[in-house]
Every structure is written in C-alpha cells, then in structure tokens.
T-cell receptor, first 123, second 116 residues
Framework: DTGVSQDPRHKITKRGQNVTFRCDPISEHNRLYWYRQTLGQGPEFLTYFQNEAQLEKSRLLSDRFSAERPKGSFSTLEIQRTEQGDSAMYLC?????????????????????FGSGTRLTVV | AQSVTQLDSHVSVSEGTPVLLRCNYSSSYSPSLFWYVQHPNKGLQLLLKYTSAATLVKGINGFEAEFKKSETSFHLTKPSAHMSDAAEYFCVVSDLASGGSYIPTFGRGTSLIVHP
C-alpha cells in the first residue's frame, strides 16, 4: 500500500460543469476525510466517513457538494454546477481510529495520512 | 467545541538557530494534537502527534512539541533550523465534537522562512 491516492491531480473545468474526484485511502484505515484548501489557508474540513457511513456532512459548503463511500473503500467527492469560488485544492485523508464516543477519552488515533490532493480550477 | 490558533503567520530564522512555532488550542475533552508540514507543491506530512501519552513528543527531522494542558499550548520546536525546514506548518486538534464525531481541525498555518 503506497498511501492515500487522489485522482485526478489537476482538473480544469468550465463554470457550471460537474466534477468528481476520487480518493483511495490506505486499505486498513476505517475513516476517510475530505478537506478543501485555498491559497494561504489551512485545510477546511468538509465531511468524513467511518467505513461506508457518512458521519458528518454539515460542513459541506453547499448542497452542490456531495460525497460517497459506497463500499467503505474508495470515496468520491462531487461538485455540481461549479463556480469560480470552488477553485481550490481538495484533499483526502484517511486514518485508523478506534474511538468510543460514549466513553470520553477512550480513543486511539494513529494520525491522519493525506493524499497529494486534486487541484481544481474553474474558468 | 474545538479550535486551534497559530499565533504567527510567518516565522523567520537563520539557519542553525532555534525554531519555535506556537500553537494554542481549545478543547472540551482530552484532545489529540498533531503538527503537519507542507512543502511547496507537496502533500501534508505528519511531523508528530500527541495522544495522551508522554507530554513531550518527538517527531521526525529533529522536531518536538510539548503538550501543556495548563497553558492549552502545543508549541513546535527544533534546536537548529536547516534550509530544508522552510515550509508551511499546521497545528491540528482532534477532539470529540458535537454529535460524537472526532473532526481534525487545522490552524491557519505558520510559514517558516529560513535564511542562510
């Protein structure tokens, strides 16, 4: 396993078009995250999955953004009707996380491994 | 709720001098804390992590960080800067957020500039 893979590396699209990005996490990782990073800013959380369940999606930027992880392995992030403001780097990360939210403080996290990202340019 | 503040947007040092990148966090529970580095046109790389074990954490490339709960800080240090350390550094906190989710939250980043 060579790490987290994202495809494509670069995407140029015309305003109004739909785009889809793919992320292949480290195979034994149970969690997968999507982030957006704009120039000069830290990555901004969008959504995450534990296995195939999308546990947090309220931070998706608008209803034009959606994500899936149908079999608990790879994930896709789709942006419909792209706008120029969507131009950014979209990052995917995965982690192996044994958490029991019912027991606060009972958790093992081994860190997050990031892919190289997909750079989206909307023209 | 959790948040992370990186106190300096830019830090400039001379090669061979110590590095200090400051990070303060707020967290309701026992957080996990991380430092990541991002070189130009490269992906994010984990430098080190704190997950409730030893408060002084050693990472790669000679970096280390100390978790100070009383000060809610997790500053990153290195005794002697190298030119190759020039990059963007991000402090990350991961804590039990509302709804029972652990969401890693990034700071805005600190750009480390190393002069010869």
């Amino acid at each position: 396993d060579t790490g987290v893979s994202q495809d494509p590396r670069h995407k140029i699209t015309k305003r109004g078009q739909n785009v889809t990005f793919r992320c292949d996490p480290i195979s034994e990782h149970n969690r997968l995250y999507w982030y957006r990073q704009t120039l000069g800013q830290g990555p901004e959380f969008l959504t995450y999955f534990q296995n195939e369940a999308q546990l947090e999606k309220s931070r998706l930027l608008s209803d034009r953004f959606s994500a899936e992880r149908p079999k608990g392995s790879f994930s896709t992030l789709e942006i419909q009707r792209t706008e120029q403001g969507d131009s950014a780097m979209y990052l995917c990360a995965s982690s192996l996380d044994h958490s029991t939210p019912q027991r606060k403080g009972s958790r093992t996290n081994y860190g997050y491994t990031f892919g190289s990202g997909t750079r989206l340019t909307v023209v | 709720a959790q948040s992370v503040t990186q106190l300096d947007s830019h830090v400039s040092v001379s090669e061979g001098t110590p590095v200090l990148l400051r990070c303060n966090y707020s967290s309701s529970y026992s957080p996990s804390l991380f430092w990541y580095v991002q070189h130009p046109n490269k992906g994010l790389q984990l430098l080190l992590k704190y997950t409730s074990a030893a408060t002084l954490v050693k990472g790669i490339n000679g970096f280390e960080a100390e978790f100070k709960k009383s000060e809610t800080s997790f500053h990153l240090t290195k005794p002697s800067a190298h030119m190759s350390d020039a990059a963007e550094y991000f402090c990350v906190v991961s804590d039990l957020a509302s709804g029972g989710s652990y969401i890693p939250t990034f700071g805005r980043g600190t750009s480390l500039i190393v002069h010869p």
